[in-house]
């Protein structure tokens, strides 16, 4: 069954990884080159989808849904309003941008069942068992500073405290921790969009 936006917002509001997942999976690329087409700056682009996907995970009730429990219009709006700033932080013109021209050209744009097609809520359950498989088998460090960071969302500096560790500490074993889950996982998802997705949301992690 296709879960609505709405109803991902509300499992991920209570801690739900593969829901989160799922929204992710549905929505990055197609909002990425929404982006990308109006900022023609990669790190730009990058930073404002990193920032639209930690308010999704910190306060997922601040997403709205439409009629039919998508919340694609309002992402859609906040990105454009987030390239408004981008633009006047820079003090450069931006291109023409009304908020009437916000739809996806038909080129870049994929139906929603074709991302379930991708990611099925219960392939993703099953891959992520499968990183936590592979996590157990860390030294404690490096399990504790998985959890801490990946499962709980704590930051670098929270971590490096509770464990009495530097910052850069922290960071080295995440990044081989990471390293460590693209080497072990089956050949089937070493170049899958769904271990692709995972590792993305994981590595923009690191960065807070």
């Known amino acids: 069954m ?37 900022t023609r700056d990669k790190e730009a682009s ?3 989808l990193q920032n639209l996907w930690m ?3 910190e306060n997922p009730d601040t997403i709205q849904t439409d009629e039919s429990e998508s919340a694609k219009g ?8 987030r390239i408004l700033d981008y633009y006047n932080r820079y003090k450069t013109a931006p291109p023409t941008l009304s908020i009437d021209e916000i739809d996806f050209p038909p080129e870049i744009e994929m139906a929603d069942n074709e991302y379930f097609e991708i990611l099925e ?61 693209r080497e072990q996982l089956n050949p089937e998802y070493q170049s899958s969009k769904k271990l ?7 590595e923009m992690l690191t960065r807070y």
Request: aromatic share 10%; proline share 2%; glycine share 2%.
């Open 46 to 48: 990058e930073e404002l």
């Open 121 to 181: 809520e219960n392939e993703i359950s099953v891959l992520l068992a499968m990183i936590d498989e592979v996590v157990s088998q860390f030294p404690s460090t490096e399990q504790q500073v998985y959890d801490m960071r990946i499962r709980k969302n704590m930051s670098v500096n929270e971590t490096a405290e509770a464990l009495g560790i530097s910052n850069k500490t922290v960071s080295n074993k995440l990044s081989k921790a990471l390293g460590e889950i």
């Open 2 to 38: 296709n879960l609505t936006d709405s109803t991902l917002l509300k499992k991920i509001k209570s801690g739900d990884r593969p829901a989160f997942m799922l929204l992710y999976d549905r929505y990055w690329d197609s909002l990425y080159r929404f982006v990308f087409m109006r």
């Open 196 to 202: 692709v997705s995972i590792l993305m949301l994981m």
């Open 74 to 81: 309002y992402l859609l709006r906040y990105l454009h309003y």
């Open 55 to 57: 308010k999704i995970i």
